[in-house]
């Protein structure tokens, strides 16, 4: 079975400080990771994802996620906060190749606050 | 591309009505979802179709939902009768048999009073 786990619902940064989302998932099979950016008001828009190869991988807006298999974690992170990245963060696990993105399994998300 | 497409994005109606859910998936994709997000449960998957034909509902709440993608263009979500726990954002999804992303209209957001 798959799930994930983000730690923190909330979680605050001054604006030029490091971001920093965990999350942790949980698959019977290799899986295939995403993070989601929500906007208020908004859809859901892809950040980044983890298929294979390369583990480190560099998504939208200078953010960027490692997968760590022995740490079963791909935690998102940026070096430097903006004003405009305030939004909510998901984490999200498929079944790998076999489902790709079908059927993504999402945590309960991260919201993030950047104080000027 | 003009991307996923949900109507309306927001409803309000009375408890007891009929509420119908619009989306219109990107051309070509063979995958829709629609998902369901609330405070107390986050994002859940709710039903997902494979070319036109459903997959897995078992994420269907109850037998008030109900899904149908009669077309490659067209699917509805309705809920009859509506209650005030139903009040939700909603969410349509697709994706391209293959694909490594999932693309997400941007809700509607359901009111039931």
């Known amino acids: 079975a798959q799930s994930v786990t983000q730690l923190g619902s909330h979680v605050s940064v001054s604006e030029g400080a490091l971001v920093l989302l965990r999350c942790n998932y949980s698959?019977?099979?290799?899986?295939?990771l995403f993070w989601y950016v929500q906007y208020p008001n908004q859809g859901l828009q892809l950040l980044l994802k983890y298929t294979t190869g390369a583990t480190l991988v560099k998504g939208i807006n200078g953010f960027e996620a490692e997968f760590k298999k022995s740490e079963t974690s791909f935690h998102l992170t940026k070096p430097s906060a903006h004003m405009s990245d305030a939004a909510e963060y998901f984490c999200?696990?498929?079944?790998?190749?076999?489902?790709?993105?079908?059927?993504?399994?999402f945590g309960t998300g991260t919201r993030l606050t950047v104080i000027p | 591309d003009a991307g996923v497409i949900q109507s309306p994005r927001h409803e309000v109606t009375e408890m007891g009505q009929e509420v119908t859910l619009r989306c219109k998936p990107i051309?070509?994709?063979?995958?829709l979802f629609w998902y369901r997000q609330t405070m107390m449960r986050g994002l859940e998957l709710l039903i997902y179709f494979n070319n036109n034909v459903p997959i897995d509902d078992s994420g269907m709440p109850e037998d008030r939902f109900s899904a149908k993608m009669p077309n490659a263009s067209f699917s509805t979500l309705k809920i009859q009768p509506s209650e005030p726990r139903d009040s939700a954002v909603y969410f349509c999804?697709?994706?391209?048999?293959?694909?490594?992303?999932?693309?997400f209209g941007q809700g509607t957001r359901l009111t039931v009073v």
């Open positions: 051309s070509g994709h063979d995958y």
């Open positions: 999804a697709s994706s391209r048999q293959g694909g490594t992303e999932a693309f």
């Open positions: 698959s019977s099979v290799p899986p295939y």
């Open positions: 999200a696990v498929s079944r790998g190749f076999a489902a790709g993105a079908n059927n993504l399994f």
